[in-house]
């Protein structure tokens, strides 16, 4: 079973609207940390936002947000005021503690383009 | 500034020839990995290392090979023995394997067989 599961291939938003980026998980690990990067036509690949599995409240960095719901095993990002910038593909990644050996899992990623 | 540095970024490999791709980091990570990324697609843990001397296959090891000889290296030798080597590279290092470390990655190396 996948562990990482993005099902947007690609997503579109206008210039300073808000997009949500969807991200599910599986594991049965209780401990576990979930994270956003941005990769953009360059290559790199660059941290937005960490959540952790016993975090009480949502992550949040800037104009990004992590809408965690633990029950459901989402971890959506949320992009508010998106910029032109802002258009790369992004990736969901889990590392599990305890039955993983710490390794990390990435989906597939969303392309996101924002549009002028 | 502190960082992981790849090299190189652009490889071009005859088929039946090992080639060795770099990475180096001066952040004092004590963990070191190598992903492969296809196009359109997310990334797969080829080796990973927690520790000096010591480093673990990933999902897709078969036709790679590793070395952990100095904290700051992690060398990646794609063999003949790796079918379908063209893809990106990525090398990341994070401070330990605990779940709140993000991973810093390089810029990637793309391995083209010819």
């Known amino acids: 079973a996948q562990k990482i599961t993005q099902t947007q291939p690609g997503m579109f938003v206008q210039e300073k609207e808000a997009v949500t980026l969807d991200c599910t998980y599986d594991?049965?690990?209780?401990?576990?940390?979930l994270f956003w990067y941005k990769q953009p036509s360059s290559g790199e690949m660059i941290f937005l936002i960490y959540?952790?599995?016993?975090?009480?409240q949502n992550a949040t960095e800037g104009r990004y947000s992590l809408n965690f719901q633990k029950a459901r095993k989402s971890a959506n990002l949320v992009i508010s005021a998106s910029q032109l910038g802002d258009s790369a593909m992004y990736f969901c990644?889990?590392?599990?503690?305890?039955?993983?050996?710490?390794?990390?899992?990435f989906g597939d990623g969303t392309t996101l383009t924002v549009k002028p | 500034d502190g960082g992981i540095t790849q090299s190189p970024k652009y490889l071009f490999r005859k088929e039946g020839q090992n080639v060795t791709l770099s990475c180096e980091q001066n952040?004092?990570?004590?963990?070191m990995y190598w992903y492969r990324q296809d196009p359109g697609q997310g990334l797969r843990l080829i080796y990973y290392?927690?520790?000096?001397?010591?480093?673990q296959k990933g999902d897709i090891a078969e036709g790679y090979s590793v070395s952990r000889e100095k904290k700051e290296s992690f060398p990646l030798t794609v063999t003949s023995a790796q079918k379908n080597p063209t893809a990106f590279y990525l090398c990341?290092?994070?401070?330990?394997?605990?779940?709140?470390?993000?991973?810093?990655f390089g810029p990637g190396t793309r391995l083209t067989v010819l």
């Open positions: 990644a889990m590392r599990e503690v305890n039955t993983n050996a710490g390794k990390s899992t």
């Open positions: 594991t049965s690990d209780p401990s576990y940390g």
């Open positions: 952040l004092n990570h004590d963990a």
């Open positions: 290392s927690q520790i000096v001397n010591d480093f």
């Open positions: 959540q952790g599995s016993y975090d009480q």
């Open positions: 990341a290092s994070s401070s330990g394997g605990a779940s709140q470390y993000e991973q810093f």
